[in-house]
């Protein structure tokens, strides 16, 4: 079974200022899914963004961008110039046999 | 931009009750999912569905869950005899495929309360 590890429960940024989640993942697949999910108060699933494990090169959405490290199994989440509205829960998932296994999340926490 | 809807967004039942959870999918998606996430704890996969049939489920899926999809638009989550501990935050998703593009899309969620 594949587990997800998430290490920081809290974490907190000044506004504009760039915050990093950690993931790390175990697994003996070779290609694979990762995913990072946002989930703010109103606790909906908001997809942040996706890496391929295949692909070397690190996704980026707009002010999200994540460090795949594949042979660490690591996968880090960057937000750069945070903003009020990125205060949220955030969770790394791991897609294996069509079924998402998520980590135990970090809350993330914007001051103005 | 095509979402996914679930209703009610919040419901509250006695124990022993019978509750059904809504969900209409993206509209071209083939592959349904619900998930739960009890308050304070991980979300957890409970069941895929495709085909019009369960593809997988998890332990937590037991005989007292069941799924369909009764039309061409409606996911439904039952849950026949609800417990206390049912009490969650229960999400469905939707994917387009389990190839090419297998990314999750999520509902904004349905809180049961089981009293």
């Known amino acids: 079974a594949q587990t997800v590890t998430q290490s920081q429960p809290e974490m907190s940024v000044q506004e504009a200022e760039t915050v990093t989640l950690s993931c790390t993942y175990d697994?003996?697949?070779?290609?694979?899914?990762l995913f990072w999910y946002k989930q703010p108060p109103s606790r909906q699933m908001i997809l942040v963004i996706r890496?391929?494990?295949?692909?070397?090169q690190n996704a980026t959405e707009n002010r999200f961008s994540v460090n795949f490290q594949k042979a660490a199994k690591s996968f880090s989440l960057k937000i750069s110039d945070s903003q009020l509205g990125d205060t949220a829960m955030y969770f790394c998932?791991?897609?294996?046999?069509?079924?998402?296994?998520f980590g135990a999340g970090t809350t993330v926490t914007v001051r103005a | 931009e095509p979402e996914v809807t679930q209703t009610p967004s919040h419901q509250v039942t006695q124990m022993g009750q019978e509750v059904i959870l809504r969900c209409v999918p993206i509209?071209?998606?083939?592959?349904f999912y619900w998930y739960r996430q009890i308050l304070g704890q991980k979300v957890e996969f409970l069941v895929s569905?495709?085909?019009?049939?369960?593809?997988?489920k998890s332990e937590i899926f037991d005989d007292q869950f069941s799924v369909e999809r009764p039309d061409g638009s409606n996911f439904t989550l039952k849950i026949r005899s609800t417990k206390l501990e049912d009490s969650a935050m229960y999400f469905c998703?939707?994917?387009?495929?389990?190839?090419?593009?297998?990314?999750?899309?999520f509902g904004p969620g349905t809180r049961l309360t089981v009293l």
């Open positions: 569905f495709y085909n019009n049939e369960i593809s997988e």
């Open positions: 998703a939707s994917s387009l495929d389990r190839g090419l593009d297998d990314t999750q899309y």
């Open positions: 998932a791991f897609l294996n046999d069509y079924k998402l296994s």
């Open positions: 509209s071209n998606h083939l592959y």
């Open positions: 697994t003996s697949e070779s290609n694979y899914y």
């Open positions: 890496q391929e494990a295949y692909k070397q």
